[in-house]
């Protein structure tokens, strides 16, 4: 038997689209803002400010990896659930690195620790998430 999200009840279903949803559109805006600053040339890059390169590149290459959790989701596949655990612990990793770049003196704009948390916090909140739903599945 091959285990999904699909949940019990209404309720689950439409636990499943939000989560879903939610998780393609962070994807695509992050794909549209990261890829603003790394190939919108050097006034991109002036505006964005004082950009970790580490973490730029990070955030822009995880939001297709966030495109394809919430579509694995939206399709309640089983793997979208290790992918949001993966998503949440890279970048829980990337967050600690940027950590101690801003420690050690390394420029950085204040509003990456806002995005950085909140992309922890989505994540983390979607591996919780998409994990009952497939235990709710399987206790079916």
Do not use: C, D
């Not at 939206?74 to 793997?79: C, I, T, V």
């Not at 890279?90 to 801003?102: E, I, K, N, R, Y």
């Amino acid at each position: 038997m091959t285990s999904t999200l699909a949940g019990l009840g209404p309720q689950s279903k439409r636990t499943r689209w939000i989560a879903g949803g939610l998780a393609v559109a962070f994807g695509v805006a992050t794909l549209f803002e990261g890829g603003h600053v790394l190939f919108g040339g050097s006034a991109a890059r002036a505006e964005a400010g004082n950009v970790v390169p580490f973490v730029l590149s990070f955030n822009f290459a995880a939001g297709f990896a966030y495109v394809l959790a919430g579509v694995g989701t939206l399709l309640s596949r089983a793997w979208a659930v290790w992918l949001a655990r993966t998503l949440a612990a890279t970048t829980l990793l990337v967050f600690a690195a940027f950590g101690l770049h801003v420690m050690q003196g390394g420029a950085h704009e204040p509003r990456t620790i806002v995005a950085m948390t909140i992309r922890s916090i989505f994540w983390i909140v979607q591996a919780v998430v998409l994990q009952r739903l497939s235990s709710v599945h399987r206790q079916a």
